[in-house]
């Protein structure tokens, strides 16, 4: 049976921290616009700011669909799945911002996330989550599956470009700058780190 939580504390923060994998799902306010659900997953890329609020790293990809439904109206919901051990699943929903590297704040947020090199993966802004429903559900019918390692692809593709070659990179991209639905999505030309 499902419980809500009014804080990300305890044994709930414990299970999403330990997680290898989560899930993220936006959408536009247009009716027939298109839900996105996106997997995210790089160890560290994920952190638990306080007990209300979490920021992941949003890096390089071929859209910004995320980016543009937050920039429209910060809806998001954020899923873990228990993979192994006790079957259990978590979600939070909330409101998210995506804070581009621009931002006065993106500094200390990137503080939260050590054990990443911000120009290997091609970070372009880092998305904050401030939870307003965290509830769990069983999780019985998920199945068992094993964690072995990240990729290093993603790492090893982004880490050659610049901030110049990265922006050419994403201005070639047809949904990047906006969204599949025409929403503006990532600012372009990239903002310069801050970092």
């Known amino acids: 049976m499902g419980k809500t939580y009014e804080r990300i504390e305890g044994r709930l923060r414990s299970f999403i921290e330990a997680q290898p994998v989560f899930f993220t799902a936006t959408a536009p306010l247009s009716a027939d616009g298109t839900v996105n659900l996106s997997p995210k997953g790089l160890k560290g890329s994920f952190a638990v700011l306080d007990d209300l609020t979490v920021a992941y790293l949003d ?24 993979f192994q051990g006790p079957p259990n699943i978590v979600r939070v929903h909330g409101r998210g911002e995506p804070v581009f590297r621009d931002d006065p704040r993106f500094r200390d947020l990137l503080g939260h996330f050590p054990d990443i090199d911000p120009a290997q993966h091609g ?9 307003e429903l965290v509830r769990d559900s069983c999780g019985y019918a998920v199945p068992f599956m094993a964690y072995e390692a990240d990729r290093d ?28 639905d025409g929403l503006p999505g990532l600012p372009l030309p990239l903002p310069p780190s801050t970092v």
């Open 123 to 131: 970070l372009r802004a880092i998305i904050v989550v401030t939870a």
């Open 59 to 82: 890096f390089a990809g071929s859209t910004a669909e995320t980016v543009a439904h937050l920039r429209e109206n910060g809806r998001i919901t954020l899923m873990w799945c228990a």
């Open 153 to 180: 692809l993603h790492g090893k593709r982004f880490a050659r470009e610049d901030d110049a070659s990265l922006s050419a990179y994403f201005a070639k991209k047809e949904h990047i700058a906006t969204s599949l």
